[in-house]
């Protein structure tokens, strides 16, 4: 028997014995384990578990089909521990049941079940795990399991990171153009450094870290809490629809880059072929970013998670996350998948085009090709709104330089881009 068969065999024995708001007929045949009456089909993939692999820990895909959701897959990273291989895919089937069978019941019922709670319900009843906080999805149906939590021996319980905290913050910012999603957040205790989180959306689709996650709670000297969420975007909700156009410039952005002498050129037929033209705007200004964060991020950079917006209605935006903006961390994602299939030379060129790549790439070359790049420190970047009034690129630009002032002022490196 394979690992993926062993381990959905392990989950639907965890789940038999759960029974309860679990329960219903299982089948499990030829690697497929339908679970809840067949409403859900599961299928599994194990991976290798990194630098750090040794035997007793295991790295696995579990995917569930929502056969009244269009068949829409959910995907859950799960990393299994153990004395043995066979303990680790035990761990990881405990860890299924446990936190991703519940929101994905729950959602599928439309009631917390399994101590899931349902977000964003004011005046929420509690008992009936309703609550009022949006764990960082708001206007979202979306429901959130139980959290797991490891190695907390001292400082706060990590039942205190409760729903006021958003642990999924950006998730919906994040997600693919479709319309169910499963994320997972892990919340990391690193002591007097504070708490980091990592999420994930749909698997590896979307990986993200904030080093200074706000848990507003002192940070104890190690520990580590996961807890996973489904949401749902409305179904009429145009944001689906546009999300699909916004990766479809992306791509086409991207394929078609090493074919213009310039980016203004490359915009110009887009915009004739019937994209977006706001949409090409955002390629240009905002995935480019992306594209050459992701780069160059293994070098250690201080880029700003921020960016300075100058809105065509006169505003001018300060410290925006990146993050919460889908031109930027869909094309993070996308990018990962094109630097598997677009050719080396292409997809170098498409990284090095933003302005801070090539603000690097000139800090390389004054320093001789020996540069510390972990010395370097980035200043938000300006992104004006197409048509932007120049009034408000200069407030903005303005807004720019007193920062840049400040940090010559602390002695501290700097690089300026708009």
Not at 69 to 87: I, N, Q, S
């Given at each position: 028997?394979?690992?993926?068969?062993?381990?959905?065999?392990?989950i639907e024995t965890c789940v038999v014995e759960h029974g309860g708001d679990l329960g219903g007929w299982t089948r499990l045949d030829d690697g497929a384990l339908q679970l809840f009456d067949g409403r859900i089909t599961l299928r599994a993939e194990l991976r290798d578990a990194g630098p750090a692999a040794r035997e007793g820990v295991i790295h696995a895909h579990v995917f569930a089909t929502?056969?009244?959701?269009?068949?829409?897959?959910?995907?859950?990273?799960?990393?299994?521990?153990?004395?043995?291989?066979?303990?680790?895919?035990?761990?990881?089937?405990?860890?299924?049941t446990t936190a991703v069978a519940g929101p994905i019941r729950s959602f599928l019922d439309d009631r917390p079940v399994c101590m899931t709670c349902r977000t964003g319900v004011p005046g929420g009843d509690t008992s009936a795990g309703e609550v009022e906080g949006d764990y960082g999805l708001p206007g979202l149906r979306a429901f959130v399991g139980p959290a797991i939590s490891r190695a907390f021996d001292d400082g706060p319980s990590p039942a205190s990171l409760d729903d006021t905290k958003p642990w999924f913050r950006y998730a919906a910012e994040s997600a693919a153009p479709r319309r169910v999603h499963l994320a997972k957040a892990s919340v990391v205790a690193r002591g007097k450094d504070g708490w980091l989180r990592e999420?994930?959306?749909d698997g590896h689709d979307v990986s993200h870290k904030d080093p200074d996650w706000p848990a507003e709670a002192r940070a104890p000297k190690f520990g580590y809490s996961t807890r996973f969420a489904v949401f749902e975007f409305p179904p009429d909700s145009p944001e689906v629809a546009r999300r699909a156009e916004l990766e479809r410039t992306i791509r086409r952005f991207a394929e078609d880059f090493a074919k213009h002498e310039t980016a203004e050129s490359l915009m110009q037929d887009l915009i004739a072929q019937g994209f977006d033209p706001d949409l090409v705007h955002e390629c240009e200004s905002i995935a480019t970013m992306a594209f050459g964060r992701l780069f160059f991020e293994s070098a250690g950079i201080q880029y700003a998670p921020t960016v300075i917006r100058a809105r065509r209605d006169g505003r001018v935006e300060a410290d925006v996350p990146l993050m919460s903006i889908p031109a930027y961390s869909r094309a993070r994602a996308i990018a990962a998948r094109l630097r598997e299939t677009m050719p080396e030379e292409e997809f170098r060129s498409l990284c090095l085009y933003h302005a801070e790549s090539n603000g690097i790439l000139k800090a390389l070359e004054s320093a001789g090709g020996n540069l510390d790049f972990t010395r370097l420190k980035f200043h938000p970047c300006l992104v004006p709104d197409r048509d932007a009034s120049p009034e408000t690129v200069a407030a903005a630009h303005a807004l720019l330089q007193e920062r840049i002032a400040r940090g010559r002022k602390a002695g501290k490196p700097w690089w300026k881009f708009w």
């Open positions: 028997m394979s690992d993926a068969s062993r381990l959905l065999e392990l929502l056969h009244e959701y269009d068949d829409e897959a959910l995907d859950a990273c799960l990393f299994g521990m153990g004395d043995d291989h066979e303990g680790a895919l035990k761990q990881a089937a405990v860890i299924w999420l994930e959306i």
